[in-house]
């Protein structure tokens, strides 16, 4: 309907309002008290463009991690008068998106009755040659799928990802995959080690091993 009323608004003066309220179908009482709310709904748009803008800068200016809360919050700070669920609808209309920090997912824990197995780099991180010390670690993607799991092989000498795999478990034979495709492209010393954490996502690991 108001788009009926606007096109009767802007065309009045060419066609007469009685013409096109028969034409489009409205009442012309129903046209004179849409057009008297006008200015009253402009002056709203204006004042909701105001708001929005302000939010925008709130939300912007703290890197996008405010949420409809938090910018309420600062909005009342600054002495705006707002309700929260205003200010959460002019965010979704405009699709402005507080950032949700999800809570890290725990990917492996130690085991505590797998026995010690030695630090053989001795927390050095460096290399004099390819593929003679390698270290490993497993992360986690979300998808539309669920969530897959990374494991990556990467040399401590070039700090290159040498060898990788993914699958939707963590089990052992994953980390295992990884280093295996980095022997299979002839990456890897006969002679060198792997060294990952003590976690057991499955079956354990040693922290520092021969691959």
Same mark, same amino acid.
């Given at each position: #309907? ?11 003066? &060419?066609?007469?309002?009685? !013409?096109?309220?028969r034409?489009?179908?409205? !009442?012309r009482?129903g046209?004179?008290?849409w057009?008297?709310?006008?200015? *009253? /709904?402009?002056? /709203? *748009? *204006?004042? =909701?463009?105001?708001?929005?803008a302000?939010i ?17 919050? =600062? ?13 959460? !609808?002019? #965010? ?6 507080? %950032?949700? $920090? !999800? ?5 492996? $824990?130690? &085991? ?13 991180f460096?290399?004099?040659?390819? @593929?003679?010390?390698?270290?490993? &670690? ?5 998808t539309? =799928? @669920? ?6 092989? %990467?040399?401590?000498?070039?700090? =290159?990802?040498i ?6 478990? #963590? ?21 060198? %080690?792997?060294?990952? &954490? /003590? ?7 040693p ?5």
């Open positions: #309907m108001t788009l009926r009323y606007r096109f009767i608004s802007e065309h009045r003066a &060419d066609y007469g309002v009685q !013409r096109l309220c034409v489009l179908a409205v !009442r009482p046209f004179y008290e057009l008297t709310a006008l200015p *009253a /709904r402009e002056q /709203r *748009a *204006a004042a =909701e463009d105001q708001l929005a302000e925008a800068a709130i939300h912007g200016g703290h890197r996008g991690a405010y949420g409809s809360p938090g910018v309420a919050v =600062e909005l009342r700070r600054r002495g705006r008068r707002v309700n929260r669920k205003r200010v959460e !609808r002019i #965010m979704r209309e405009r699709g402005i998106v507080g %950032i949700t $920090r !999800r809570r890290r997912r725990s990917l492996t $824990r130690q &085991d505590q009755t797998a026995a010690p197995a030695p630090d053989l780099i001795g927390r050095d460096t290399a004099d040659a390819p @593929g003679q010390r390698l270290v490993g &670690d497993i992360t986690y993607l979300p539309a =799928e @669920g969530w897959l799991y990374l494991a990556t092989t %990467i040399d401590l000498h070039t700090r =290159e990802v060898g990788h795999a993914m699958a939707a478990h #963590m089990r052992a034979d994953l980390v295992a995959d990884a280093v295996t495709l980095a022997h299979q492209r002839g990456l890897v010393d006969p002679k060198a %080690i792997f060294h990952s &954490d /003590r976690g057991s996502p499955s079956t354990p690991l922290s520092s091993a021969p691959p």
